[in-house]
């Protein structure tokens, strides 16, 4: 039987290959004692001057009621200028280089729940020259955001 001498990290084994093999096998880690944290001491803290802001004077609620805003209604002028382009540019054959004029413009009037939209849009004609042209649009509300165009001229 030879005797063996062998060092891994650092740990020497002396014995027999049996022996190293039999201890290393049944090897558990030997309880080491951890460090106890010290206690540090805790700052302490200056006292800070604060100022408690004072009471206002809040009025009470009261029973007045206020002043509410008038609803929007379901439809309007704009919403029928705003359908009006979108029929118009269904129309056109270049409808993304479209330019809708706006203000003084456009003209909407609005009887028996019917919208007439007038107003001008310039469109680039074959050679891609951007040309004024006037349209019309008449159309009414069908309720459930629905818009349903009764005529429509493009000149």
Known sequence: MALIILCCCGLWAIGTAQQIVA????????????????????????PTLTRTPKPTNTPRPTNTPR????????????DARTMCEEFVSRHLKAPSQAEFIYGSEVAVHHSDG????????DVP????????????????????????LDDILIE
């Open 114 to 121: 019917r919208y007439t939209v007038t107003g001008e849009v």
């Open 67 to 78: 002043p509410t805003s008038t609803p929007r209604p379901e439809h309007d002028e704009y």
């Open 23 to 46: 201890d290393v096998m049944d090897w558990t880690p030997t309880p080491t004692r951890t460090p106890v944290p010290t206690r540090t001491p805790t700052p302490t803290r200056t």
């Open 125 to 148: 004609n074959a050679f891609g020259v951007m040309i004024r042209t006037r349209y019309r649009c008449e159309l009414h509300y069908g309720g459930n955001d629905m818009w349903y």
